[in-house]
């Protein structure tokens, strides 16, 4: 099965899926970073986040709206976050 995705463009976009994603119990999330070797948290930049909520579909976030994803998690306070590789 290949996944759907949609890309934030906006700041109504990262509103938008604030609200989707506070509608759920669970989300999985992943956040992909690069620049120097993509496991230096002192050196890489985050490039995006990608959050699913819902099978087969998946909405990710830029690295240009990344500072607007506190938004997502002021919103959804109940949902849990399941992340990919976090230790």
Known sequence: VV???EVAETEADIDWLASKIS???YC???TETGGYSG?????DRILCSGYCVEPGMVYVVPEELIHLTNR?????T???FI???LN
């Open 83 to 85: 992340w990919h590789n």
């Open 23 to 25: 509608r759920y119990e």
């Open 3 to 5: 996944p759907r995705f």
């Open 39 to 43: 496991f230096d948290f002192t050196r």
């Open 72 to 76: 997502i998690y002021e919103r959804a």
């Open 28 to 30: 999985a999330a992943d």
């Open 78 to 80: 109940e949902t849990k």
